[in-house]
């Protein structure tokens, strides 16, 4: 995916801001740094490229969300500390729960293609074909059943 330049970002300022926040509620880095946030991979290119449709929601979403920080806080979502902002989404969540559904499954497709994160979970960062990957061969006498009853179906 190709990151997105400045003048085509579908985002202003702040609501990319409040979605890196965000994502990294949703992914954090791992502990050893082996895996990246959410916040480092473009998820909002992918939700750009694969789920236009869906920008104008999050927009929508990402300035409520700021707009409940002031309300609640009186500063800004990203002003605030990191247990306040969890516990903002968190409500959040429970209250819209589509929202935040949405945008953790857009977040989890994106990740998992991510090549640095394919790479630190050892699946390697390449397409599965034509090396392909290894499949252990199943039990076929488990089919032997269903072989022995015949065709079930009519010829047409």
């Given amino acids: 995916m190709a990151r997105i330049i400045g003048t085509d970002n579908p985002l202003s300022d702040d609501q990319q801001r409040v979605l890196a926040i965000v994502l990294d509620l949703i992914i954090p880095a791992s502990e050893d740094g082996q895996r990246p946030s959410a916040a480092d991979v473009d998820v909002l290119g992918y939700i750009r490229e694969s789920e236009s449709h869906t920008l104008d929601g999050l927009r929508a979403e990402l300035d409520q969300l700021d707009a409940e920080a002031f309300e609640s806080q009186g500063e800004a979502f990203t002003s605030l500390d990191p247990a306040t902002r969890?516990?903002?989404?968190?409500?959040?969540?429970?209250?819209?729960?589509?929202?935040?559904?949405?945008?953790?499954?857009?977040?989890?497709?994106?990740?998992y293609q991510d090549d640095r994160v394919l790479e630190a979970i050892g699946v390697g960062a390449r397409p599965p074909f034509p090396q392909g990957y290894e499949v252990p061969s199943g039990d076929l006498t488990l089919l032997e059943p269903v072989r022995r009853r015949g065709k079930v179906y009519r010829e047409p």
Avoid: G, I, W
């Fill in 86 to 111: 969890k516990a903002l989404v968190d409500a959040k969540r429970e209250r819209e729960p589509h929202f935040m559904r949405t945008l953790a499954m857009q977040t989890v497709t994106c990740y």
